[in-house]
């Protein structure tokens, strides 16, 4: 079992920072994936970034590359999102999730191959 817990959102103005954070526990096989995703109103589910466990290396979709970076410190159990340059097309609801082999994560950044899920945090940023 694999618990995840977000936190770090709130409201920011448009160019601002902010930083989420997600405190995992439970088995690191189903934590070798550790993706955040985000969900605003009226819009499907989208992968924002991910990270391998092991290897460390990420992945980023093209709406935050640049401007975000996805980062984890394994010692501490601990998943980081860092959004720079934040714009009001990123307002949404942040999750944590987390995936293994088995659930198909090394597949894609896709919510189907992700099985364990935070409660998500909210982020909002005014123009």
């Known amino acids: 079992q694999v618990q995840l817990v977000e936190s770090g959102g709130g409201s920011v103005q448009a160019g601002g920072s902010l930083r989420l954070s997600c405190a995992a526990s439970g088995s690191t096989y189903s934590r070798s994936c550790m993706g955040w995703f985000r969900q605003s109103p009226g819009k499907e589910r989208e992968g924002v970034a991910r990270?391998?466990?092991?290897?460390?290396?990420?992945y980023y979709a093209d709406s935050v590359k640049g401007r975000f970076t996805i980062s984890q410190d394994n010692a501490k159990n601990t998943l980081y999102l860092r959004m720079n340059s934040l714009k009001p097309e990123d307002t949404a609801m942040y999750y944590c999730a987390a995936g293994s082999p088995g659930s198909g994560c090394y597949s894609g950044l896709l919510e189907r191959y992700y099985n364990y899920w935070g409660q998500g945090t909210q982020v909002t940023v005014s123009s």
């Open positions: 990270i391998y466990r092991n290897s460390g290396a990420t």
